[in-house]
């Protein structure tokens, strides 16, 4: 019954909202699905593990990988791109009786912050036809801010499920690094990848997170279950008072004063309730885009190596001039704009002359990010050795830190064609540093002034960073901020 109701309601939904182009592709409430419904109701009765997610449609990313839909990552070079296995994520979500029910648009290989680098044209926000969608994961926002599921699965590399969620008025979940097997997702930077959920609430992105999370022996960098044991004895914490840290670094000038006023009333309201509030500094923030926007495309650059029309991608077959270099070709076609320009910037990065330079001063910086993080944080981070450790700054040892997710509301899709590519990358200054630190981050939407905002925006999302590990606290925080505005 549960099934029926919701791919209902779900498939008329898509019918009004397919002009978004969230997703890629068919979906599975169409035309159809009445046959498929006998054996998926068998299938949820027979379900080994019940869990609250039995039912449900979920939408996922088009870079995560799901053997019976193609995986592109809305890119011309993977365009009949089929996997002949699911993600391990995905196995998870089937096994506990959650039904796959579309892949989801994005940037090109998730290089971009407003999903319009797409192969099959950008996404579109259900605020207007001119407003950003946010990215990279635009699609998985989109259809969970139109209930076209129920929630969505993105990935998060320096704030690709935070940033579509805040400029959605959804919910965007990041794990710990390392708590979410990243096998069968197709990599955009090894180190910094994470699977993340967008919802509607913390509460479904809890029940979602509950199935997905565990040791994944495919994945060399999930988390092994002897720390997840030390990790889940470490987490019984009450959750008030809470001590809030409020980052200095943060306020910057170009803080849209309809998101400061958000934040300022945001933490008004958590100091009402008897949590306190710690004003501190985080220096290394000025320098964690720059030494992201290094990284991520130094491994970029590695990782699509392997898309060159033989191993991996569609060649044009129309191109066969002995002259011709077939894996200049394969990749001048089937690579957008954006993707080439980070590969150039990665393989820059990467060679002999820049090298010192440039990737290992960022390896420096992400470093120190890492140690402000360890340094404001109550909570010991629980991989590192006791020499690893910073000394902690007792004046300012926090719970968790409270901050803007986006420096504005979602931006006019003019203005962001008309912006450098250095302009447009600065819409992750408030996402990054929790990324490269690995840290568990969440948006929560919180609501805005109708009067002074755009039409039809009426929240913006503010960021919850907690120590590594602190993954269900974390989500606890979120809930308890969701119910200030109940």
């Known amino acids: ?34 046959a498929k419904e006998k054996g998926e109701d068998q299938l949820l009765e027979t379900c080994r593990l019940k869990s609250p997610i039995q039912g449900r449609l979920i939408a996922v990313k088009d870079n995560i990988c799901a053997r019976d839909k193609p995986t592109t990552c809305a ?22 009786g959650a039904l796959i029910n579309g892949k989801t648009n994005l940037d090109e290989f998730g290089m971009g912050s407003h999903s319009i680098y797409s192969y099959h044209g950008r996404v579109r926000s259900p605020f207007g036809e001119d407003v950003s969608a946010g990215g990279s994961s ?42 979410v097997s990243r096998w069968g997702v197709i990599a955009y930077a090894n180190s910094l990848d994470t699977v993340g959920i967008i919802s509607g609430s913390s509460g479904i992105a809890r029940n979602v997170f509950a199935v997905i999370r565990g040791h994944d022996m495919n994945d060399p960098t999930s988390v092994s279950n002897v720390v997840r044991t030390k990790l889940d004895n470490q987490q019984s914490r009450r959750i008030s008072p809470l001590r809030i840290g409020v980052p200095m670094e943060y306020n910057i000038k170009e803080l849209d004063p309809i998101v400061r ?99 290992i001063k960022a390896q420096k910086v992400r470093r120190l990010v890492r140690d402000d993080f360890n340094r404001i944080f109550s909570q010991r981070h629980p991989l590192l050795d006791q020499h690893e450790l910073t000394s902690p700054d007792e004046m300012a040892s926090v719970d968790v830190i409270i901050s803007p997710t986006t420096p504005s509301l979602p931006p006019n899709l003019d203005i962001v064609q008309k912006a450098t590519a250095v302009d447009t990358y600065s819409d992750d200054i408030f996402t990054v540093p929790a990324s490269l630190a690995g840290l568990p981050a969440i948006t929560v939407p919180v609501p805005i002034d109708p009067l002074a905002s755009q039409p039809g925006i009426k929240t913006t999302g503010l960021q919850i960073i907690s120590q590594y590990g602190d993954d269900d606290f974390l989500l606890d925080v979120a809930e308890s901020i969701e119910d200030l505005y109940r």
């Open 75 to 96: 890119s011309a070079i993977l365009r009949n791109h089929e996997s002949p296995f699911d993600a391990t994520v995905i196995q998870k979500l089937r096994t506990a």
């Open 1 to 34: 019954m549960l099934l029926r109701q919701s791919t209902r309601r779900i498939a008329t939904n898509q019918l009004v909202h397919g002009g978004l182009n969230a997703f890629v592709g068919s979906t599975q409430t169409y035309e159809g699905h009445e």
């Open 261 to 359: 006023e958000a934040w300022v009333k945001t933490l008004a309201r958590l100091q009402e309730a008897n949590h306190e509030i710690c004003f501190l500094s985080l220096p290394t923030t000025r320098a964690a885009l720059s030494a992201y926007y290094i990284i991520a495309p130094a491994e970029a650059s590695s990782n699509l190596a392997k898309f060159d029309g033989v191993r991996f991608g569609s060649k044009n077959s129309n191109r066969r001039e002995t002259h011709d270099v077939m894996f200049a070709i394969a990749r001048g076609e089937g690579l957008g704009e954006e993707v080439r320009r980070r590969i150039l910037l990665g393989s820059y990065s990467l060679s002999a002359a820049a090298m010192n330079n440039y990737f």
């Open 138 to 179: 635009g699609g998985s926002a989109v259809a969970v801010a139109t209930d076209q599921c129920w929630a969505a699965l993105g990935t998060d590399t320096g704030g690709s499920v935070r940033l579509p969620a805040a400029y959605t008025g959804t919910v965007g979940f990041k794990p710990s690094y390392g708590m």
